[in-house]
């Protein structure tokens, strides 16, 4: 457990709970007496139960690490338990007595109907996370090269998901010999995902690590669910916590990460609410936890391949083989930046050339002068977030200025930097380099030139994410979902309904888009939220 977050939150992370909190609680359990020595909850356990100790006590370890000792009045679990999903913790019976156990179920009821023990529960499960994620003692360990895309893949994907997990760098850390010998693993075979049992995954895909690791909830195959909602960015999970909170039964699909791309956005500025800013990845956090508290059902690392719209209810194909029945549909897969025509371009994406700008790409390019492709929104809050470590940011622009596609405080901050620079009518042509991207060549009005540079940063336009959705819905000349007053009488040809379709609504009734994703979109977080919520008042109309 971090050590400085303990110090700091030790009342919120474990507080006592009074002889009423607890009577409350006991309601929704079942009393235990516990024997000394008596193992509760294993690392890696899918049905957890939160345990409130009423006499004795327990012991909850991290690894080799004792995180603290449960007596009277204290309660075990963090967002795991209420997720339903594998643990991370041991729990040991040090002195006899008697504990009150409460199930994921109940315990979902609690947070939802209990203001009160929700507000203490959840802000302990929240600070208890970040404390394991902070950890040394994580029971996973990543094995890999910061010049590997996939490694900086699966740093991402964990990360993000908020999954402890130690990173060794095979370049840089004195003890990844030790470690290749010891398990058998050669450098070409790297990244390496090493569990706590000693099971070693070479170069996994993310779904491989996500099965391992046990980070989704079961997912309801056979039943019909009301909603399903594909893709868990800001929409996607608006679209999921209004729905869950209203009684619906909600599944959730994502195919990497929550937040979206948004999530990788370094510091939100403009977003109500929050005038100091919020990072991305802590605003899609509180709204992935908010979306558990109400019982929505959130896979990670699970892609949609097809929407069979043939019938109803509808079915979801995942790309593991999977299929899911669903009522309604809300389409949330948002957009993703486009690559620019560049010579060599895909051979460097993760090794050099990235799609994001977060701690975890900062601390590559450390000290050194990096370029930012794209005047938007985005290319802003990346350069003025890098401009905070890099030496020198260099904004490549192809129009001639930034005033048509930036907010102006992100203009002012660029201006103001004295590391940025700002190179419009200026296109990437060109990358070089063997095995990770060494330099870069650019064209502008002047001609071409080379530069030392290597970490190119891509915020260019987006391309919607919309494959899956092949034949069923109609899209725009770009490949964006049209809905509402926007689809036309031949988009309509085929719909049933004597109404006409709701304003979020696709060409197929129960099918709503949201978000990036949508045609006409406004490319804004707040835009997309409201969206998602918005969408949930149609959903019940269709349903």
Not at 118 to 129: C, P, V
Not at 184 to 211: H, K, L, Q, W
Not at 235 to 251: C, D, M, R, T
Not at 412 to 423: F, Q, T, Y
């Amino acid at each position: 457990m971090s050590n400085e977050l303990y110090e700091k939150r030790r009342e919120q992370m474990f507080p006592k709970l009074t002889p009423l909190q607890i009577e409350r609680l006991a309601a929704h359990g079942t009393r235990t007496a516990t024997r000394a020595g008596e193992v509760l909850v294993e690392p890696g356990e899918r049905q957890q139960r939160m345990f409130v100790v009423l006499e004795g006590s327990l012991e909850v370890e991290h690894g080799a690490e004792r995180v603290t000792l449960l007596e009277r009045g204290d309660f075990s679990g963090e967002l795991s338990t209420l997720r339903g999903t594998g643990g991370f913790t041991r729990i040991r019976v040090r002195e006899p007595g008697t504990v009150v156990s409460v199930d994921a179920e109940r315990l979902r009821a609690v947070v939802q109907t209990d203001a009160e023990l929700s507000e203490i529960l959840m802000r302990a499960f929240i600070l208890r996370r970040m404390g394991l994620v902070a950890s040394v003692h994580a029971d996973v360990t990543l094995l890999g090269s910061r010049h590997s895309a996939a490694t900086l893949r699966l740093r991402e994907f964990l990360t993000r998901n908020g999954h402890p997990f130690v990173s060794i760098d095979v370049e840089a850390d004195a003890a990844a010999q030790a470690l290749l010998d010891r398990f058998r693993v050669s450098v070409d075979e790297v990244p390496v995902v090493i569990g706590s049992c000693g099971r070693v995954f070479r170069n996994p895909s993310v779904s491989d690590v996500a099965r391992y690791l046990q980070m989704n909830p079961a997912m309801d195959e056979q039943g019909v669910h009301d909603l399903v909602v594909v893709g868990a960015g800001p929409a996607g999970l608006s679209a999921a916590v209004y729905a869950a909170s209203e009684g619906l039964n909600v599944q959730v699909v994502e195919a990497l990460a929550y937040g979206g791309q948004a999530g990788s956005s370094s510091k939100i500025e403009n977003y109500i609410g929050f005038p100091t800013g919020i990072s991305g990845q802590a605003l899609a956090g509180r709204a992935f936890v908010q979306a558990q508290k109400f019982a929505a059902n959130i896979n990670v690392a699970c892609q949609a391949v097809r929407l069979d719209c043939e019938r109803r209810p509808y079915v979801l194909e995942l790309a593991d083989g999977r299929r899911l029945k669903t009522k309604t549909v809300v389409v949330a897969t948002g957009a993703q930046y486009r690559n620019p025509e560049c010579s060599e371009l895909a051979r460097f994406i993760g090794a050099g050339v990235y799609h994001a700008a977060t701690h975890l790409e900062s601390k590559l390019c450390q000290g050194e002068e990096v370029a930012v492709v794209g005047g938007g929104n985005s290319a802003g809050q990346a350069a003025v977030f890098l401009a905070a470590s890099c030496r020198q940011v260099r904004m490549l622009v192809r129009g001639p200025g930034l005033a048509e596609s930036m907010s102006r405080y992100l203009i002012r901050r660029i201006e103001e930097s004295p590391n940025i620079a700002l190179h419009t009518r200026t296109q990437l042509s060109a990358l070089e380099g063997n095995g990770h991207l060494k330099r870069i060549r650019v064209r502008h009005p002047g001609g071409e030139e080379r530069r030392d540079i290597a970490h190119v940063f891509l915020m260019t336009c987006a391309a919607p994410n919309t494959q899956w959705l092949d034949g069923c819905v109609a899209l725009d000349e770009k490949g964006f979902v049209r809905t509402g007053a926007d689809l036309r009488p031949e988009d309509l040809a085929d719909w049933p309904l004597a109404r006409a379709p709701y304003l979020l609504e696709t060409s197929l009734p129960g099918v709503f888009a949201v978000g990036d994703v949508r045609s006409g979109n406004v490319k804004r977080i707040a835009s997309a939220v409201g969206e998602g919520s918005i969408s949930v008042q149609f959903v019940h109309r269709s349903l």
